[in-house]
């Protein structure tokens, strides 16, 4: 088993990916951040994107839709801090460093929190989705999309043996869909409203939750 993720460490390699991510994972999570984005700009509002890398989802969502984004990588931030006055982005409201589990903003603030490829990465992932519901509004969504560690075969054999490098990384490759389910059922104010298989081959989930 490989030894579980920390946040400085998490911190440290998103410093290194910042220069060359567009590049690498622009185009190949494009499909995850669309699927999100569509489902809450249907709510619209004001809207949380936790783990907002270099910015490259906030010009797809609506310009009447407000945004704060937020990441513990203070060189993927800059990167989107420059693509805003870039694209000249006047619905971004925030843009700062923040830990996904310690978000410094009050209670039932967001009518949406989208975490796009993120929540596998995060050290405490149950206590960091907790906070994601503290911040929204009651009836309000939070939408993830993410890869799903295989649950057997060799997808799986392969993912366990991944996972010592892919934590330097900045993920978890192997991380089982039971914590996401698991958290939602024993959170009383929280209902797991669909889970969507995503291209590659399933392999990826888009996951929605409904605040109570
Ligand atoms: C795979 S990238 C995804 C970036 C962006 N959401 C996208 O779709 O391209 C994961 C992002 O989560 C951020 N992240 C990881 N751990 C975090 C934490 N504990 N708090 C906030 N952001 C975190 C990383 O710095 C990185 O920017």
């Known amino acids: 088993m490989a030894a579980d993720i920390d946040r400085a460490g998490v911190a440290k390699a998103y410093g290194r990916w910042a220069p060359v991510?567009?590049?690498v994972f622009g185009?190949?999570?494009?499909?995850?951040?669309?699927?999100?984005?569509?489902e809450a700009d249907k709510i619209g509002g004001r809207i949380l994107d936790v783990g907002v890398g270099t910015g490259l989802s906030l010009s797809e969502y609506s310009p009447t839709?407000?945004?704060c984004g937020v990441d513990i990588s203070e060189?993927?931030?800059?990167?989107?801090?420059q693509r805003v006055r870039a694209l000249g982005l006047k619905n971004v409201e925030t843009l700062a460093v923040m830990d996904a589990k310690n978000l410094a903003f009050p209670d039932s603030l967001f009518d949406a929190v989208v975490a796009q490829y993120v929540i596998?990465?995060?050290?405490?992932?149950?206590?960091?989705l907790d906070d994601f519901i503290r911040v929204l509004k009651p009836g309000g969504e939070l939408i993830l999309v993410n890869h799903i560690g295989a649950e057997s075969g060799p997808r799986r054999l392969f993912e366990l043996a991944f996972a010592p490098l892919a934590r330097r990384l900045g993920w978890r490759?192997?991380?089982?869909?039971?914590?996401?389910?698991?958290?939602?059922?024993?959170?009383?104010?929280?209902?797991?409203?669909?889970?969507?298989?995503?291209?590659?081959?399933?392999?990826?989930?888009?996951?929605?939750?409904?605040?109570?």
């Open 65 to 67: 839709t407000k945004l």
């Open 21 to 23: 991510y567009d590049l």
């Open 173 to 212: 490759p192997e991380f089982p869909w039971a914590r996401l389910a698991n958290w939602a059922a024993k959170h009383s104010g929280v209902t797991l409203t669909e889970r969507r298989p995503m291209p590659p081959m399933g392999h990826f989930s888009l996951i929605r939750y409904r605040k109570s």
């Open 120 to 128: 596998t990465a995060v050290p405490d992932p149950e206590a960091t």
């Open 75 to 81: 060189p993927m931030l800059r990167k989107a801090q």
């Open 27 to 38: 185009k190949v999570f494009d499909h995850g951040r669309q699927s999100t984005i569509a």
